[in-house]
Each structure stands twice: as C-alpha cells, then as structure tokens.
C-alpha cells in the first residue's frame, strides 16, 4: 500500500523543505502495515495533537477506504487533496508548478529501461498518456506502474541531487528499480 522505492531518501525531503519527520518502519505485510499505520498515527496525535493526516492518493478506492478507516479509528481526519482529480491534469500542473520529480522504478508492460531515472516532465507525460491508451497504465502511477522521487520544489529551500545511481532491470517482467546509492542537498539560493 505504501511507496517503496527510495523511500529512505524522504528524510532529505523533509530537510529541504524544514519539517520534522517521524520514521516508522513496517513489514509491508497486508493488514499489518495498517496496524502499524494506525500505531504512529495514534502516537503522533498524543505526542503533537495532529488533528488529521494528509494522502496522495488518486484514484486507489483500496489505499483512500484503508487510510479513512485507520484515520477514523484514531480519531483524526483523513484528507485527500488529489482524490478523484484527472490524472494527466495532475501529472501537467505538478510539472508546470516546479515539481523536479524522477522515475525511480517501472512495473508495467510498455515501460522500458530509459524510464528509469528519468525526469518527469511534458515530453515523458504524452508518453504516459500513450502507455495509457496502448497498455492501460494509470498515467500518475496510482496502480504502481511506476513510482517516482521529488527532487525538488517550489517549498523546499534545498534541493536533491543524486551523487550515484544504478539501474536494475529484467526484460521479462518489463520492470526496474533506479537505486540511488548517495545523494545530498544542495542550497538553492
């Protein structure tokens, strides 16, 4: 349910833009990983007196109903911002907006090694858009046909860059991973 590949880079994420980041580790396991969810969310509202949690999902009825259900047994507010919104519209106005976001990995038929990497922006949107008609894939990624890492934004004051990097990928399951090995945050005034 939850964003895998490079997650562990999220805590410069949080350095860039200057907030506070709470790790909670989870097997992944199905059911599991919402316990846990449920734990941290309950903690954090004891700890912080959070009121409500924010999602990105899109169109994902399992990962929205999940984290609704988790959020209501905390006795907090779930809110989606991107719930329902049309997936290219979203993907356009992230990137016209100064999202640097990167393909970190691909897990659908139509992707191929040269996604991994690369940079999100207009020209790879119209070939979403065409994997879209050709293969089916949701155009955000909302099925998880790929995942991707921001680099930068207009709220961070830092910025990502990726020192080193390797592609994994296997021509038989159409799908990779973009390990980023170092990376670091550079100022960007």
Not at 20 to 26: A, D, K, S, W
Not at 105 to 129: H, I, P, V, Y
Request: glycine content about 8%; proline content about 3%.
């Amino acid at each position: 349910m939850f964003h895998y590949p490079a997650v562990k880079w999220g805590r410069l994420q949080a350095e860039a833009i200057k907030l506070p980041m709470i790790i909670v580790e989870t097997s992944g396991e199905k059911e599991r990983e919402l316990e846990d969810l449920k734990a941290c969310l309950a903690e954090l509202k004891q700890a912080f007196g959070i009121d409500a949690v924010v999602s990105g999902a899109v169109a994902s009825e399992y990962q929205k109903t999940k984290i609704d259900r988790v959020s209501e047994e905390t006795g907090i507010r779930s809110f989606a911002p991107l719930w329902h919104k049309n997936p290219a519209e979203l993907v356009k106005e992230q990137i016209e907006l100064g999202f640097d976001a990167i393909i970190t990995s691909c897990t659908a038929l139509g992707f191929s090694r040269n996604w991994l990497g690369r940079k999100l922006d207009l020209e790879s949107l119209m070939e979403l858009q065409k994997l879209h008609g050709k293969y089916g894939i949701h155009i955000s990624g909302e099925g998880g046909e790929y995942e991707t890492l921001v680099l930068d934004t207009p709220l961070f004051k830092s910025k990502i860059v990726i020192m080193e990097a390797h592609e994994q990928w296997s021509e038989e399951h159409h799908s990779g991973v973009f390990e980023i090995t170092a990376a670091k945050l550079v100022n960007k005034f």
